[in-house]
């Protein structure tokens, strides 16, 4: 019983710290953080009065659908989506909450952002008339000041062992696993679950 208690603590000390350890560790990155403690983030609010935002910063992320270059500066088209409240970036397969032009000075490669998730900040300048298809759309307008590329990760899923390190009920029980030792709290077979998530 007493085995059984003290294992059943340090499992839980080691959740209780791992999660500890990984809130402490995630942050906005600086080149997203802007200049205000929470730049606007609501597209639904500018896009129903773009004329009260004018001016005011927000910080965006989703998909980069299109890289246009202009004379003097470049315009993403993004697809906008939900931002992850612990580091700001695209919540993956959330669903697309409208598009804005984010305009970055200077010139960009398009293949560098082409396809690829990003977070923007910088200042509403208001709304431009554009295209979805063939269907007139009006793009909430962004001068961005600071932006976030992200890149696409998987980690593989482990089951973790038990405190006796061949498996939660030991040596024996797993000894004839097909997965052999480490083989975890009896999880099932077939594939082992892939995580997939945006890193900077």
């Not at 695209?90 to 305009?103: D, F, Q």
């Not at 560098?112 to 509403?124: A, E, L, M, Q």
């Not at 009006?138 to 390190?165: C, E, H």
Request: charged share 15%.
């Amino acid at each position: 019983m007493n085995i059984e208690l003290n294992c059943r603590n340090a499992l839980k000390g080691l959740f209780v710290a791992s999660v500890l350890a990984l809130t402490g560790c995630v942050s906005i990155p600086a080149s997203i953080q802007g200049s205000v403690p929470n730049p606007t983030d609501n597209l639904a609010s500018v896009q129903n009065a773009p004329e009260m935002y004018i001016g005011q910063e927000a910080r965006f992320g989703g998909k980069v659908l299109a890289v246009e270059n202009e004379t003097t500066r470049t315009r993403l088209e993004i697809a906008v989506m939900a931002l992850n409240k612990y580091d700001a970036a695209p919540e993956l397969n959330s669903p697309s909450i409208g598009r804005i032009y984010a305009y970055l000075n200077g010139f960009r490669e398009p293949s560098d952002f082409t396809n690829r998730y990003i977070t923007v900040v910088g200042k509403i300048t208001g709304e431009q008339q554009g295209k979805v298809g063939q269907v007139p759309y009006k793009y909430v307008t962004l001068d961005v000041t600071g932006f976030q590329r992200w890149n696409v990760a998987q980690s593989v899923m482990i089951p973790p062992s038990g405190p006796w390190g061949y498996g939660y009920y030991g040596d024996p029980y797993f000894y004839n696993h097909p997965w052999g030792y480490g083989y975890g709290y009896g999880y099932p077979g077939g594939p082992v679950p892939v995580q997939t998530y945006l890193t900077e």
